[in-house]
Every structure is written in structure tokens, then in C-alpha cells.
């Protein structure tokens, strides 16, 4: 058999494949700790599962409508009412089984073969390869710690030709944490105003800022940008839900029915006990959400200041999301256990094999100086984790 070149182009995820591995240490017995983690490390708070137990009892079981039940769309419109000052309408909402197929949907109806879809560097390495998948050609706008991980317009400007249909923004960023503010998203808004490109805002994390900083979902600029994005959003990491996988897409009607149709005939409907559930979630009581915010933000803190105290290690401060992007080149070209260190993977490599702790390389979300740390894990495994990680490159003494 042969596998299409299509596929053939698509990269394993190694945030999946390093959360895997570091588990099956665990399993055998070994004491890792893992940074790799892309979810939560709360349980999903209990008013949210009784409502799926209750539906599970009571047969909610079979199919429902492919794009969600009608009571979730209701939910997610007044969610954007609420939280966004958005209006729209359930024929403008798509519920998918997770925001990843929210993205890959939204990506296949709007990308043709050929198209350049514009993707800020450092990126969640999904992006990428979905484009790829959809036949389009990722162009990436590289930025760093010198300008917090942020695009500027100008940067904008130049990435853009004629053969530009897409461009994605993710705020805030896995796997930076940097989180634009609406001084800083009105000049990008100003720039695609002037083109006919598509955008797609990954909203995922809106939930998780800091230090005050006040998210801002990118179409709530100005009503012109709203009739050109997509939004994609979702329950897994506001409410602690990844595993339920319940995702949704927020746009102008007859791309939500165009990716409606694609959902028809790939995955169909999401699971029919979760989705009463996730209404629950958005519509209830959020304390939960700020409780989890709180422990995220105090391990953050945590996190930044126990790595830059580190020689070597440069970790700028994110304002959102649970990942911390520390900038670790100053360690390339040394040895680690006895073995050379030329780059994040084999920084990684090392980390996991020699001193039991799991961070993923920066490389496939396109910056090799840094490697990503989760602070999705207890205060306890992150003293852990980060004392093996300061004695393993102190011991590098550079
Ligand atoms: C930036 C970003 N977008 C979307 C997703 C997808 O979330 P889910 O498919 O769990 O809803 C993730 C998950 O890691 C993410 O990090």
C-alpha cells in the first residue's frame, strides 16, 4: 500500500508522542516528571460531569444534529454576548468533536491547493500541518522574545502576496503565553482591512490571562473584521473538559454551512452526552474557571522565576495560556551526561532519558532556542521537575 503524498507530508505531533512516551516511563515504574502536557491537571469540575451522567442514564446516546444540539449553539451565542460583545446567531456556530477539527474544517473550506496561509512563529505545531493537509503552504512570520513573541504589523505587510488566503492568529499563544493587547491587535486589523484574506483567531486560551492583562477576541474590532473571521474556541481548557472534546467555530453563515457540510461526511455529530454537559459549563457557574486561572497564575510565577535564576536560561514572563517558552540555546554545542547537545530535541532527549523530566523541543513549533514547559502539574511535581532540570544544566557549567 502506498500512502498519499498528502499524508505523507504530515509530521507526527510530538507533544503527543513526548506526553505518551514520558506516561509510559511513569508506567514502568519510573519517577517522571512531565512539563509535556497540553491539558489541564484539574478535574473537570463535578456540576459539569453530573449533567453527563444524568444524560448518559437517560439515553442521550444516538446521533444529534452533525453541527451540535440547538441548546449548545444557544449557549455559545450568548457566551459571545457575554464574554465578547459578539453577536451571533446558531447558524453562525459549528460545534466539532474538539477546536482541533474546529481548525482543520475551518482550514479545509477556506484554503485552496497552492494558497499561502500566514502563520506567526513560534505556532501550535498543529497549524502547519493541517495547512499542509488542506494542500496550502504555511509562510510563517518569525518573532521572539525581543518583541514578546508578537507580530507587527509591518511584519504583516511583508508576508502578504496575491497567493495569500489565510491568516491565523492564536491569543493567546501556545506555546509562547504572549497575549495581544488591543493597541497591539487594532495595526494588524488595519493592515488585513486593506486585502480580502481570511483569518482565523484561535481563541482557545481567552480564558487564561494575567497580570490584569484583558483579552480581547481579534472581529470585536470592527464589524468588517467579523464578516471575514472564523473564531474557534472550545471547552477543553477553560473548564478542564480536553478529553469530552467538544470544540466550536463562530463565523459568517455559509462558511459555518460549508464546514458543516465537511463535518457531514468526516466526523458527524460530537458526542451527544458532552454536549448538554459543555452548555452547562458555559452557561453556569465560573468560579471554577477563576479558581483554576488563580493556580495556574501562581505556578507561572513560580515557573518564570526559578528558570532565569538558572545561568543560561533567558524565560520570558506570558501573560496567558499554561506554558512557559524559556530560550535555552545558550547550552548548544555543550555536553549533557556525556552527550552533546546540538539543539531542543537533543536537549529534550537528554532531559527525559538521564534526568526524568519531560519538556517538549521548540523546534516543530518553529523556534529550536527554546523548549516548551506545561505548568498544567501540581506545585509539587514543578519544584521537582524544575530541580532536575537547574542540577542537569548547572552541571553544564557554561
Ligand atoms: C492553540 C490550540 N488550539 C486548539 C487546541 C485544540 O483543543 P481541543 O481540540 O482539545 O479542543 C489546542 C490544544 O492543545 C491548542 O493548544
Known amino acids: 500500500m502506498k500512502i498519499s503524498s498528502r499524508v505523507q507530508n504530515i509530521a507526527e505531533s510530538m507533544t503527543l508522542a513526548l506526553t505518551a512516551r514520558a506516561k509510559l516511563m511513569k508506567k514502568q515504574g519510573l519517577d517522571v516528571v512531565g512539563f509535556g502536557a497540553g491539558e489541564p491537571d484539574f478535574d473537570t469540575p463535578e456540576h459539569i460531569k453530573a449533567v453527563a451522567i444524568e444524560d448518559i442514564r437517560n439515553g442521550v446516546t444516538k446521533y444529534t444534529p452533525t453541527g451540535g444540539t440547538p441548546e449548545l449553539k444557544e449557549a455559545i451565542c450568548n457566551k459571545f454576548k457575554r464574554d465578547n460583545g459578539l453577536a451571533y446567531e446558531p447558524k453562525q456556530i459549528l460545534v ?4 482541533k477539527f474546529s481548525l482543520f474544517a475551518a482550514i479545509l473550506t477556506l484554503c485552496n491547493e ?50 495569500t488566503a489565510l491568516f491565523i492568529l492564536n491569543n493567546p499563544s501556545n506555546p509562547t503565553g504572549a497575549v495581544y493587547s488591543k493597541e497591539e491587535l487594532e495595526p494588524l486589523a488595519n493592515v488585513l482591512m486593506q486585502t480580502d484574506i481570511s483569518i482565523i483567531s484561535d481563541e482557545i486560551y481567552e480564558s487564561l490571562t494575567y497580570d490584569g492583562v484583558r483579552f ?10 467579523k464578516e471575514r473571521t472564523i473564531i474557534v474556541n472550545g471547552v477543553s481548557k477553560t473548564y478542564s473538559m480536553t478529553g469530552w472534546r467538544i470544540g466550536y467555530a463562530a463565523g459568517p453563515a455559509h462558511i459555518i454551512a460549508a464546514m458543516n457540510r465537511l463535518q457531514d461526511h468526516s466526523t458527524s455529530n460530537p458526542t451527544s452526552f458532552t454536549q448538554r454537559a459543555s452548555a452547562t459549563a458555559i452557561l453556569g457557574d465560573q468560579s471554577c474557571v477563576e479558581k483554576m486561572r488563580h493556580a495556574f497564575d501562581e505556578r ?34 555543550k555536553k549533557l551526561s556525556g552527550k552533546e547537545i546540538k539543539g531542543s530535541l537533543d536537549l529534550a532527549n537528554v532531559l527525559l532519558e538521564e534526568h526524568k523530566v519531560a519538556v517538549v523541543p521548540g523546534l516543530p513549533f518553529g523556534d529550536d532556542r527554546c523548549v516548551r514547559l506545561s505548568y498544567a502539574l501540581s506545585m509539587q511535581e514543578i519544584t521537582k521537575g524544575l530541580d532536575r532540570i537547574e542540577a542537569a544544566l548547572k552541571s553544564m557549567n557554561i
Not at 96 to 99: D, F, L, M, Q, W
Not at 301 to 330: E, H, K, W
Open 216 to 225: 480581547v477576541s481579534f472581529p470585536s474590532l470592527r464589524p468588517a473584521l
Open 114 to 163: 497552492g494558497d499561502e496561509v500566514i502563520i506567526p512563529s513560534p505556532y501550535w505545531l498543529t497549524y502547519p500541518e493541517q495547512v499542509k493537509a488542506a494542500g496550502g503552504k504555511p509562510v510563517f512570520i518569525q518573532t521572539g522574545v525581543e518583541s514578546g513573541f508578537k507580530v507587527t504589523p509591518e511584519q504583516l505587510k511583508k508576508a502578504l502576496t496575491p497567493r
Open 300 to 333: 507561572r510565577i513560580y515557573m518564570v522565576g526559578r528558570l532565569n535564576a538558572i545561568p543560561g536560561v533567558r524565560c520570558a514572563t506570558p501573560q496567558g495560556a499554561f506554558y512557559v517558552f524559556p530560550d535555552v540555546s545558550a547550552f548548544y554545542g
Open 96 to 99: 466539532s468533536p474538539g477546536a
